[in-house]
């Protein structure tokens, strides 16, 4: 096993334990910190598999932006240490087997699906080729979504201080 | 990289898409919640970039569906957090049982 290898095991255990902590710690502020952790790992299994450019937008977008916001509507919303209810035990139990259900077929399906390995010569995914791709208009150019996301985007921000605005009671 | 097969990669992913999906199942407060869905949606990022990777390398339209997922994730999370801090401020709970004329 060369040492490639052993560093993708080693990112897949950190990223699987921290997402499984993340989903069943009963301290709200411990979960967001797990779910940054695996986050975080993630974005390492993407330098891993040489997708800088993905790598770097996952840190600043999830590391840096939502996992932020999540914790500033955690303080905003929650008292942080204390620990949240649990739900009854019949839920949990019988999540759980529909969960492990679930993962073992989806997991028997890959298993015997035989992939076919790439045969074309591989293009590079720098930041130069996918900018180019991005913004060109011809048949594989992304220039159409583009413009959608940034419409969404722009779409968002105003729903967003809409919806949280705080209406101020009439002075009187 | 290539010592490493893709069905390894996919087991990664469907345990961290099941892992999300269980936090879904069991936890009730709505922000627990949001984080499950960040985590559903990244085991599906990872899915985007090893097919990517492994099977059309000479292509990169996983990169770009991976791009458009953060993007949309990143929105949605706003929104979410939006709706919640206003929830909160007119019940004073962020449980979704506590919010049931929603649904109405």
């Known amino acids: 096993m060369s040492a490639s290898a052993i560093i993708f095991y080693c990112l ?25 952790f695996s986050l975080t790992g993630i974005a390492g299994l993407y330098f891993w598999l040489q997708m800088e450019f993905i790598a770097a937008v996952q840190i600043i977008v999830y590391v840096g932006g939502i996992v932020v916001l999540i914790i500033f509507s955690l303080f905003l919303t929650q008292a942080s240490g204390k620990e949240m209810p649990k739900p009854p035990a019949g ?7 529909a969960v492990i259900t679930g993962f073992a077929l989806t997991y028997l399906l890959i298993h015997q699906h035989a992939f076919l390995p790439a045969r074309q010569p591989a293009i590079e995914a720098s930041v130069a ?17 583009f ?3 940034s419409m969404l985007l722009l779409a968002a921000m105003i729903g967003c201080i809409v919806i949280a605005i705080k209406i101020k009671p009439e002075e009187k | 990289m290539n010592e490493v097969p893709l069905s390894h990669i996919l087991f990664l992913s ?22 499950s869905i960040e ?10 970039i090893a097919f990517n990777k492994y099977l059309y390398p000479n292509r990169l339209e996983g990169v770009f569906f991976t791009i458009f997922i953060i993007t949309i994730a ?13 929830l909160y401020r007119s019940h004073h709970s962020i ?6 004329e929603m649904k109405f």
């Open chain 2, 74 to 86: 990143a929105a949605e999370a706003a929104v979410a957090i939006a709706i919640i801090i206003n």
């Open chain 1, 129 to 145: 080729n996918i900018g180019t791709q991005m913004l060109s208009t011809t048949e594989h150019g992304y220039l159409l979504p």
């Open chain 2, 14 to 35: 469907t345990a961290l898409f099941f892992i999300g999906a269980y936090g879904l199942f069991t936890r009730r407060n709505m922000i627990t919640m949001l984080m």
């Open chain 1, 91 to 97: 839920r949990m139990i019988f999540s759980a087997l």
């Open chain 2, 39 to 48: 985590l559903i949606l990244n085991s599906v990022n990872i899915n985007f």
């Open chain 1, 12 to 36: 897949a255990a950190f990223i699987l334990g921290t997402g499984l902590l993340a989903v069943t710690t009963w301290k709200i502020f411990r979960s967001a910190i797990w779910l940054l």
């Open chain 2, 95 to 100: 449980d979704v049982e506590d919010a049931g």
């Open chain 1, 147 to 149: 413009e959608l996301a």
